[in-house]
């Protein structure tokens, strides 16, 4: 997988934890194969208690969440949904834990985790690899590192959509805030076209999607796992949290305050888009949530917009509508083919022998049919946020 032009401009993450913490990095590096033999959760039963007090800084904090978050993913789902369990051991459970509340972060493998944490160099040529990964093999890894470039090619309208045309409506400088209304249109276009031109959306033909959503990443509103997950030495009640959803995506909460989008409220109670938006900014980083509130307390896009009565900062906006309605149109398109469609099939034994992660690889739970990997009901949810966002035009 090839980065981007820029990209050496990116921060390199950190991909190995320091000495103490060998045996998480061992485990998390040999996932698909642990996973696949059925010996991952003997493993993590006689690794060691170890303390988090050797981590030092946010870059060791954060690999450690992504580290422990994929173990923890792995041990619950080893077996399927027909082999849950209900307590997460206490060698696991308790450094997670501590490592989550330093952080602001919930326990449990999300988006920050899944994509935004959770790459590397692979080589001199700059190409991108996963630090870890699950069954899944080589679609799995593009598919994470896809969405990175997604979210990568959304940065250039984050900061001239919003630190610029803001700065446009105080200064009440028109010209200025036309050029940045085009350029908040043609990122969200980027990001559209670099889904729809990506190989791992694009199978050979007569194959399906491996299907490496085998692990449903939610223990919330899940019937495989009713009552939530036993975090064992940090509480004797189960506790229920949503996984890894691009609708914790820190870009798309963005576009939608600064284009003054609302959501409907006229869902299942709930599920309604957005009750369950606000929720998932829960599973943001802090700094990514006070970033995304701090776009809501700004002077109002729209409604400048429309004060202006200028035709061209109309169009201009009506385009950055129309450019995320069509991007959201084409996530449901990607989600109906490869994850609730290539579900349906695994579980019917119909995929194809070359695209399973292994002999032994478990079955796709049947909550991935109809909801996400977040929970949600996924087709009422996906589409009401799309038909929503194009509510958000300006009538001419």
Not at 50 to 71: D, K, M, N, P
Request: hydrophobic letters at 40%; glycine letters at 8%; one cysteine or more.
């Amino acid at each position: 997988m090839e980065g981007g032009e820029g990209t050496e401009e990116t921060p390199l993450p950190l991909t190995e934890l320091p000495e103490p913490y060998g045996p998480w990095m061992e485990i998390a590096h040999d996932l698909p194969q642990l996973i696949a033999s059925h010996q991952l959760r003997s493993q993590v039963h006689q690794m060691p208690q170890l303390s988090t007090q050797h981590l030092r800084g946010r870059e060791e904090l954060h690999l450690a969440h992504l580290v422990l978050s994929f173990i923890t993913m792995g041990y619950l789902w080893q077996e399927g949904e027909e082999g849950t369990v209900k307590v997460l051991p206490q060698n696991l459970a308790v450094p997670f834990w501590e490592v989550s509340q330093a952080l602001g972060l919930p326990p449990i493998l999300s988006h920050t985790d899944f994509v935004l944490a959770n790459w590397r160099r692979k080589n001199p040529n700059r190409n991108l690899d996963t630090i870890i990964s699950l069954p899944g093999g080589e679609s799995l890894r593009g598919f994470i590192l896809v969405t990175l470039l997604v979210e990568k090619a959304a940065v250039p309208g984050i900061k001239v959509g919003y630190r610029r045309a803001i700065c446009a409506i105080l200064q009440l400088d028109e010209e200025t805030l036309h050029k940045a209304l085009q350029e908040l249109a043609e990122a969200i276009g980027d990001m559209r076209s670099l889904l729809a031109a990506s190989p791992c959306y694009q199978p050979p033909r007569g194959h399906s999607l491996p299907d490496f959503h085998v692990f449903p990443l939610s223990w919330k509103d899940n019937p495989a796992m009713p009552d939530g997950l036993i975090y064992e030495g940090v509480s004797d009640e189960p506790m229920a949290y949503s996984g890894g959803s691009a609708a914790q995506s820190t870009i798309l909460h963005a576009f939608d305050e600064l284009l003054g989008i609302r959501h409907s409220e006229e869902m299942v109670p709930a599920d309604h888009a957005t009750a369950f938006l606000h929720r998932m900014r829960d599973y943001m980083p802090p700094p990514h949530r006070a970033f995304v509130e701090e776009i809501h307390r700004a002077p109002s896009l729209k409604q400048h917009v429309l004060s202006s009565g200028d035709a061209r900062l109309c169009t201009a906006f009506n385009r950055c509508i129309s450019a995320l309605a069509e991007f959201r149109s084409y996530h449901i398109t990607i989600v109906t083919k490869y994850i609730t469609v290539a579900a349906a099939k695994a579980k019917a034994g119909q995929a194809d022998p070359g695209d399973r992660a292994g002999p032994s690889a478990v079955k796709p739970p049947s909550a991935l049919e109809a909801k996400g990997t977040g929970g949600s009901h996924i087709f009422s949810f996906l589409k009401s946020v799309r038909d929503t966002t194009r509510e958000g035009m300006i009538s001419a």
